[in-house]
Structures are given as C-alpha cells and as structure tokens.
C-alpha cells in the first residue's frame, strides 16, 4: 500500500510541480514534541546551536491549549509526550517558535528560513 501511495505522491507532485516534505534533499532536525514542557525551549534552543549548515526540515505542532486539541489522540503511543495533554504541548511549541530568544538564535547564526514553495 505504501509504495502505491508514494509513486501517487511523487506522479502528482511532479506533474503539477508541487514540492513534496521529505523529498527535497532536507536533513530532519529532532523535534520537540515529546520534550517535557519545561524544557522545549532550553532543547530548541540547543539544536539551533549546534545546527550545521545545510537544508533542514525542522518539524512543529503548533497550536493553542484547548479541548479540541486536548481531544486529538496520537496513532502511536510513543509519540505521546509523558505529562500534559495535546494542547499543552502544542501551546509551548507555539510559545518557544515565537519567543525573542528562538528569533534572537535564528539571526545570531544567519538561519534563513524557508519554505517548500522557495524550494520548488
């Protein structure tokens, strides 16, 4: 079913030019998501340090501290942070992407940010 489903992705994408996440010669970063809230910040802020220069895909889950969110389950319980819902986590995420000091470490090492339409 997999391979059914990626040769559809990759006929698609190439016929209507679309870039495709995964596909574009980026490296993935570690993501946040399972980190305990307290902490995200203190680890996105060590990842940004020690990045090194190349194409990075860096993965959030963004969102807002609510019931809807706290609603979502995950398909995989590894994936599931150990304290706090969905909401919660997302929310930091949205907190540790906006603060001065993830944008004060993005411009102290010349990270220009992108986006898959600038890769196409």
Known sequence: MTNYVERVIRKLAKRYGLPVSGWMGEKRLPGIY?????EKKIRALKILE??????WLWVFHPGID????NA???????????AGGVGSHRAEET????SPEVKD?????????SNYMDLR
Not at 50 to 55: A, F, T, V
């Open 95 to 98: 907190s540790v992407l906006t």
């Open 105 to 113: 470490a993005i411009l102290k090492r010349k990270i220009k940010l």
């Open 34 to 38: 399972t980190t305990p809230i307290e």
């Open 66 to 69: 609510s019931p809807e969110q």
């Open 50 to 55: 020690e990045l090194k220069p190349g194409l």
């Open 72 to 82: 979502l389950v995950h398909t995989r319980m590894e994936d599931f942070p150990s």
